[in-house]
């Protein structure tokens, strides 16, 4: 059974920055894709950023995001983290991680964290 413990949500006013950790259990990890979705409020689940298990750690992010946050991973830890600068009120989601695969079509999360709050407000 693979666990997550996800921490570093919170408020935050725009402009400001926040960095979301990802423990995951398991020797899985190592050798699957991480990746991180949010849901804002009244709106669908989406990807904001994946990492692929090795060969030079290749990251995929979403445009909305791009040039802001960073996603990164520790294997030795067992942890993915997603560091996040220059918050807006639209950034403002449920936060999850996650594990899977990538595929030359892209990320597919196979297993979810519970979710951390950020909540971008002036």
């Known amino acids: 059974q693979v666990q997550f413990v996800e921490s570093g949500g919170g408020l935050v006013q725009p402009g400001g920055s926040l960095r979301l950790s990802c423990a995951v259990s398991g020797s899985i990890v190592s050798t699957y894709s991480m990746g991180w979705y949010r849901q804002p409020p009244g709106k669908q689940r989406e990807l904001v950023a994946s990492?692929?298990?090795?060969?030079?750690?290749?990251?995929n992010y979403a445009d909305s995001v791009k040039g802001r946050f960073t996603i990164s991973r520790d294997n030795a830890e067992n942890t993915v983290y997603l560091q996040m600068n220059n918050l807006k009120p639209e950034d403002t989601a449920l936060y999850y991680c996650?594990?899977?695969?990538?595929?030359?079509?892209?990320?597919?999360?196979?297993?979810w964290g519970q979710g951390t709050q950020v909540t971008v407000s002036s």
């Open positions: 996650n594990v899977g695969t990538t595929y030359s079509s892209g990320y597919v999360p196979r297993y």
């Open positions: 990492i692929t298990p090795g060969g030079g750690f290749t990251k």
